[in-house]
């Protein structure tokens, strides 16, 4: 395999390096040619297996699993107003078999409803079938107009996780809500990426919601990036579709659902939070390869260095790391090199001297370099790469101590969202939403917001004085 050359772009020019690290470290590629739509390759495959395990996971525990299909006859798709007068300019259609047209045409979803919520119609009988708690991990087309971006901003979300639950009351389906959130908050702990949850001004809810909680993140040039919603839908949609169930009282209700979604845009926060000058940096509980053992096979001892190594790597494998041994005919330099782009949290030299000595040396991903003596070897490397994802952590919260501010004036607010957002007092009016946004240049993101970084703000707002509470203003992807 060829061995790029040349230094990434300074992650301070965040395009330039999210676009150069997603082709050097063989993410995605994307020369296919539809805008919009981009390629997996096999390594970001295997780290998007990882991610979407942890995803699954979390959601086993009480969801179950399914798949709908990907078309939706426009005679549903047009059943709930707000819904398809929010998605009806993002919809893809197929209009024809072969040549013939079709005497009803098939919407490719832009999201599901359309498609589960007529078999729930069916499903759904008594309240003994509440709660349902269904997901699906799918593709989904979207004709964003918006500039589209690989993982980002997609027309084909490969990896569209959506759940969608149905509840015997509102307040049922208000703790699934919470359940959600603190589902979507435990998978970006374990990807270490921080978060703000905050809820949408009514006017950026999901058409047909009662409301919307979302999860943003802030990237490195302090924008900020939704990555996963939660939707509150009240019985908007049981009304349209017919999803009512017998209560204990024999009598027909009609159901209350929610449903909340997370896509690849995950992993591209994972990839923008972590990643450095060098490529990506992954936390060992997603990375493809957890540990890359590279033989030091100078001078004359060079199949005793080679074996040492295999049986390095097979001890570890035995203990379960996902580990790679690199034998290429390379300079060690050049392996490095490719293994620190690829995010490998550890690597592991073995040269004469660890042999002589009963060791390896360790060197990080983050740079820290020690050794770890052959004779407790699996442990060892636990330790090592455990305090990988602690360092992690504590770096990705302090990028979100570092560009969330709470603020109580215009001018600090505007200073904030320069290199970040601004949590600031708000009195919920639109008028005053709309000058915020005008004076600074940003959006009223959300209110209720809860963020580590952030206590509880009240105070005037800062657009008309009267009283207001905490929200989020940011500029975001
Ligand atoms: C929830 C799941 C929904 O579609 N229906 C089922 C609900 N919500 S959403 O907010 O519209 O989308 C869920 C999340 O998907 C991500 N997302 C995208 N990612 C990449 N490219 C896109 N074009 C795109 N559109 C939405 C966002 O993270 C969003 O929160
Ligand atoms: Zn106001």
Redesign the pocket.
């Known amino acids: 395999m060829e061995v790029e050359q040349g230094a990434l772009p300074q992650k301070e020019d965040f395009s330039g390096w999210y676009n150069e690290v997603l082709w050097r470290a063989e993410i995605m590629d994307v020369r296919y040619p539809v805008k919009g739509l981009y390629v997996w390759y096999p390594f970001g495959f295997a780290l998007r297996k990882n991610v979407y395990g942890i995803l699954r996971s979390l959601l086993d525990h009480d969801h179950e699993e399914a798949l709908f299909p990907l078309l939706i006859p426009e005679t549903e798709l047009a059943k709930e107003a707000e819904h398809i007068k929010g998605f009806e300019e993002e919809v893809y259609w197929v209009t024809h078999g072969g040549t013939s047209p079709l005497e009803v045409k098939l919407a490719l979803r832009p999201?599901?409803?359309c498609a589960i919520y007529p078999m729930y119609h069916l499903w759904v009988r008594s309240h003994a079938d509440l709660p349902l708690r269904i997901y699906q991990i799918v593709n989904s087309f979207?004709y964003?107009t918006k500039h589209t971006r690989p993982l980002?901003?997609?027309?084909e979300?490969t990896s569209?996780k959506?759940?969608?639950t149905v509840h015997a009351s509102w307040e049922d389906a208000e703790r699934q809500v919470q359940a959600a959130i603190a589902l979507y908050r435990q998978f970006y702990a374990a990807l270490a990426v921080p978060v703000i949850v905050s809820k949408r001004p009514d006017w950026d809810k999901?058409p047909g919601a009662d409301y919307t909680i979302?999860v943003d993140t802030i990237m490195p040039d302090g924008r900020t990036l939704?990555?996963?919603?939660v939707?509150h839908l009240g019985d908007h949609f049981s009304k349209t579709f017919s999803i009512t169930f017998e209560d204990e009282r024999g009598e027909q209700q009609y159901a209350q659902q929610t449903?909340?979604?997370?896509?690849?845009?995950s992993i591209a926060a994972l990839i923008s939070t972590h990643g450095d000058g060098k490529g990506l940096v992954l936390p060992p509980s997603v990375a493809p390869v957890q540990v890359v053992v590279v033989p030091i096979t100078i001078g004359k001892r060079k199949e005793e260095v080679l074996a040492a190594a295999e049986e390095v790597a097979g001890t570890l494998s035995s203990a379960g790391f996902r580990v790679k041994t690199d034998t290429r005919d390379l300079r060690p330099g050049a392996k490095y090199y490719y293994w620190e782009m690829r995010g490998v949290p550890l690597r592991l030299e073995v040269g004469p001297r660890d042999i002589d000595a009963g060791q390896v040396t360790a060197v990080t991903r983050l740079g820290e370099k020690s050794t770890i003596p052959r004779s407790s070897l699996a442990p060892g490397v636990g330790t090592v790469l455990d305090g990988v994802a602690a360092a992690l952590s504590e770096r990705g919260e302090e990028h979100m101590r570092t560009h969330a501010r709470v603020v109580t004036t215009i001018e600090e607010m505007s200073a904030a969202v320069e290199h970040g957002v601004a949590i600031v007092p708000w009195c919920g009016e639109r008028e005053c939403a709309d000058f915020i946004e005008e004076t600074v240049n940003a959006s009223v993101l959300g209110t209720e917001v809860q963020a580590a970084c952030a206590p509880p703000c009240e105070g005037p707002c800062v657009a008309c004085g009267k009283p207001g509470t905490a929200a989020l203003v940011g500029r975001s992807y």
């Open positions: 999201t599901s409803e979207r964003e980002i901003r997609l027309r979300i569209f959506e759940a969608h999901f979302a939704q990555i996963g919603t939707h449903c909340y979604g997370i896509s690849e845009r």
